[in-house]
């Protein structure tokens, strides 16, 4: 008999209900994600300001839990299982989330799985694409993370490769949007503004690419200085800033490391399978080039739909499946979110 899982996120700015149902054969089927999202209210801050996210989620989570429902055609009592985000994240944010699938949990007498928001977004690839071969490798890149992990199984198995060292990969360029102007969230304006501009114009540093860098780990904040430094420099000289240029070359460097780290990772460990998930992988550059490395190292290459790169409830149902299939124990209604929950 098939079983209906619900999953709640909420660790960031984004307040996510999915539903999906698990079939007898371990597939996992999509029936419902709803998102609302607080990013507009953080646009004028440059970056999310956790108390207004965690207000956001309160005011967002039953809304967005009975939109989810009706999408679905579904009643609550048709719930089996219910998945929540229990870390990493905000503190604050997180226990919205973490509270509301408590009292759902209790309500409806169903198990509650407390699960890893990381691997929610290598586990919403199988949504799209279904089984994960094992092992495959996963680059998570976002704007609060950036990691390689290494995955023998989805539910129970999942080791750091790898992270980076300071700024997140979603962070750099946000934080490079600010510098030359362009709005926040940074990425997909950089990203439109590269595709008139030269990648070859500047050349901007590579972080952790030298031979007594850590292989596995990534660097952007030397980059980011880099290219606000450039701009200083045009801008004393009274140059106008090529911005097209800037955004072009800022990904390219961006988009080349991170896609030859995780090819390179992917060969040493005998992987033949690349995930790239999280906001970042939206990216037009970074799956272009993925997708010409990965062909020319015989990796098969996946890739989520945008939609399901960010953070989403529909992520953590899939995750809360995958945990349901495996038997794994459920998590005590006592548990506590835990903003720095390592994989
Ligand atoms: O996964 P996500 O929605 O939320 C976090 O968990 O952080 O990722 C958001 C990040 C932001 O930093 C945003 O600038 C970046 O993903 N992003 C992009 C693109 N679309 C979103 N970065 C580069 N290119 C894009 N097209
Ligand atoms: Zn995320």
């Known amino acids: 008999m098939s079983r209906i899982i619900m999953g709640i996120e909420s660790s960031c700015d984004e307040t996510g209900v999915g539903l999906v149902r698990l079939h007898d054969d371990g597939t996992v089927e999509l029936l419902a994600d709803e998102v609302a999202s607080s990013v507009e209210q953080h646009a004028r801050f440059g970056g999310v300001v956790p108390e207004v996210a965690s ?3 309160l005011e967002a989570m039953v809304p967005t839990t009975e939109r989810a429902f009706e999408k679905a055609g579904l009643a609550l009592s048709d719930v089996d299982a219910i998945a929540v985000t229990a870390g990493p994240g905000l503190a ?3 226990l919205v989330g973490v509270s509301a699938a408590k009292a759902y949990a209790t309500a409806l007498d169903v198990p509650l799985y407390g699960v890893n928001h990381l691997a929610g977004h290598i586990a919403v690839d199988t949504l799209q694409h279904g089984p994960l071969p094992a092992p495959c490798l996963a680059l998570l890149v976002s704007g609060g993370h950036t990691q390689l992990l290494r995955v023998d199984d989805i539910a129970s198995g999942i080791t750091e490769l790898g992270s980076t060292v300071d700024d997140a990969a979603g962070e750099a360029y946000d934080k490079v949007a600010r510098v030359l102007g362009l709005p926040y969230p940074g990425g997909p304006p950089i990203d439109k503004a590269a595709k008139n501009g030269d990648p070859a114009a500047i050349a901007f540093p590579r972080g952790m690419t030298g031979p007594r860098d850590a292989k596995n780990d990534f660097s952007f904040s030397g980059l980011k ?3 606000a430094r450039w701009v200083e420099g045009a801008t004393r ?7 097209d240029d800037v955004a072009a070359s800022f990904q390219e460097a961006v988009a080349d490391v991170l896609t030859m780290k995780a090819v390179r990772a992917a ?3 005998g992987i033949g399978t690349i995930v790239i998930s999280g906001g970042v992988a939206a990216n037009s550059r970074l ?3 993925a997708a010409e490395r990965c062909a020319a ?3 098969e290459l996946r890739v989520p739909r945008p939609r399901l790169c960010t953070d989403n409830g529909a992520m953590i149902a899939a995750l809360g499946a995958h945990v349901v299939a495996a038997k794994l124990p459920t998590t005590p209604l006592d548990f506590s979110a835990n903003p720095a929950l390592p994989v």
């Open 55 to 57: 207000r956001a989620h």
């Open 92 to 94: 604050g944010a997180l």
């Open 225 to 227: 200085t880099s290219v």
């Open 237 to 243: 000289r009274g140059e106008e800033i090529p911005v």
């Open 267 to 269: 060969k040493e460990q």
């Open 287 to 289: 799956s272009s080039l």
């Open 297 to 299: 190292a015989g990796i």
